[in-house]
């Protein structure tokens, strides 16, 4: 009986060791392809190397490109009026995690894998990392206006998107943008708030 309680704690701390927040490294702002390089290789990808997964120096540099500060409470792609209405959610082959810009921390929300989950077309489960682009409406200051809040949304994602193709181009990975993404479904699996509304994904990892 005892023998049994205590492999039941083993199990039990093992797993709360798999599955925890993720601090990543400081991300490496310097070095590169040349932009003008970057952009002649600038492609979407539509199959990945499933059996290949990022390094979490790599998922840093990735996000701090894609949306890191820059500057003391600005950052890498432009927002409109400022508002940086934009989190990004983070699907792993671990799980679910929102990216803490501030820290650099990924926040587990799910412990399971839910890649596949973030879209509907068959590669997107091979991709090492999925990124869900989420508006956070309450950050918005459009009176309600939903063709306002929309379009400065999409434009606002779009930038960020552009940003993790051109670091993608650099660092020859693939990558593609996604707007066909099960929204409804996805947003109860990754437990969001009706004041949060999922504008687009992006699929990033080793291309096949
Ligand atoms: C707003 C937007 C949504 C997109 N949605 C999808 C998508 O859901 N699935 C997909 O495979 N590609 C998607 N794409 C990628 C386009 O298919 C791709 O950019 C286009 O074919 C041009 O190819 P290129 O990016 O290699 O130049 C999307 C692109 C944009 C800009």
Redesign the pocket.
């Known amino acids: 009986m005892k023998k049994l309680l205590v492999c039941l704690l083993a199990i039990g701390f093992s797993f709360s060791l798999l599955a925890q927040d993720i601090e990543l490294p400081a991300p490496k702002k310097t070095g590169g392809k040349p932009l003008m390089e970057c952009l002649n290789e600038?492609?979407?990808t539509?199959g990945f190397d499933s059996s290949k997964q990022l390094t979490n120096q790599q998922i840093s540099n990735l996000l701090w490109a894609a949306w890191g500060y820059n500057r003391d409470d600005k950052r890498t792609a432009p927002s409109s009026r400022n508002k940086q209405e934009i989190d990004i959610y983070v699907a792993l082959k671990s799980g679910m995690y929102l990216w803490d810009a501030k820290s650099n921390v990924l926040k587990l929300i799910v412990a399971k894998d839910l890649r596949k989950e973030t879209?509907k077309?068959p590669f997107v489960e091979d991709a090492a990392v999925n990124l869900v682009y989420v508006c956070n409406i309450t950050r918005c200051d459009t009176k309600g206006d939903t063709q306002k809040l929309t379009e400065a949304t999409?434009a606002n994602a779009?930038f960020i998107?552009q940003n993790v193709?051109l670091f993608c181009a650099s660092e020859g990975l693939g990558t593609?943008?996604?707007?066909?993404?099960p929204k409804d479904e996805l947003a109860k699996t990754m437990k969001l708030t009706n004041d949060q509304l999922i504008v687009?994904a992006q699929s990033v990892g080793y291309g096949k």
């Open positions: 600038r492609k979407s539509k879209g077309q999409y779009g998107a193709y593609v943008i996604r707007g066909y993404v687009l």
